[in-house]
């Protein structure tokens, strides 16, 4: 090391008082701390759990189980299946329609079309909001005393069109309302990574006679890469943590099970066994493979 580096090292030792270094402590120590209790722990007891029995009340109670659990879950359970087909559903419509119309949505705003601001901020407002409060009002909206059954004359609940306990439509019903968030928040991604994008890209492709299509699918989405694969990760994760959108609008009694609504109604429901922490380690499991896809594309890029 030269005099020169090793007075530049020394400098930026300098640079950070025990003051400084106490705040960084506090703001990365404590996060962080947080984060193992709250997240970690309760994650890695869970999977520790769903090889047990117990009936969630006393310690001395919990008796080994093996993979009994998941043996049930996978041979005994009817309901296992058919939320795996749900959440099926659930990927396949934000793969194929919710997340195409936010990219069309990104792509139509970022052209700055007459108003773009003002559709970037309606389309962007879902966004702030939670899946709970999603629920609420779309069951304002559309339930069986909700504001469209009034407007349409059908006031009351024995006379109301059946939106929301018509079993046939269920599936399209809460995929609808679901997109109605996923859609935006697509939106404002997407976005964001089109500003990113050289400009001078886009005018060579002119020159060279592309079109608009072959413009956006040849230099605009391979120079957006990375943003398309947290795309696609964002859109596993989202089919995957539906719970508490379908139990505002539907409850526990609903026809149409995801793996969520599992975890909770055999948590709360079934005391006399952890078949809810062997589903939400199947859950974990199927959220982290596509986390997992992710890190390997940004550490390969980074080598």
Known sequence: MTLTAAKRKSRRRQA????????????????????????????????????????????????WAGTANYETIFTASAQFWPAMRNNTYWLLWFSLIATPLGVLLAYQVDRKIRGHKIYESIYYIPVVLSLAVIGIIWRFMFGPTGLVQVLLGYPGIEDAIPIFGNYDINTYVILS???????????????????????????????????????????????????????????????????????????????????????????????????????????????????????RTVFREDQ
């Open 177 to 295: 309302i679901a997109s109605w968030r996923h859609i935006g928040y697509i939106m404002l991604l997407y976005l964001a990574g089109l500003k990113s994008v050289d400009p001078s890209l886009r005018e060579a492709a002119a020159i060279d006679g592309a079109t608009e299509w072959q413009s956006f699918r040849k230099v605009v989405l391979p120079a957006m890469k990375p943003v398309n694969v947290i795309i696609i990760v964002i859109t596993v994760i989202e089919s995957l943590r539906a719970f508490d959108l379908i139990y505002i609008i539907y409850g526990t009694s609903t026809g149409w099970p995801i793996l969520g609504m599992l975890v909770f109604q055999n948590i709360y429901g079934q005391a006399a066994s952890m078949l809810g922490a062997a589903y939400a380690v199947i859950l974990l499991l199927l959220s982290i493979t596509p986390i997992v896809f992710y890190l």
């Open 16 to 63: 950070f008082t025990k003051g400084d270094r106490l705040t960084l402590s506090l703001f990365v120590g404590v996060p962080a701390f947080l984060h193992i209790v709250w997240v970690w722990i309760p994650a890695l007891l869970t999977v520790a759990l769903s090889f047990t029995y117990w009936n969630g009340v006393q310690l001395s109670n919990i008796r």
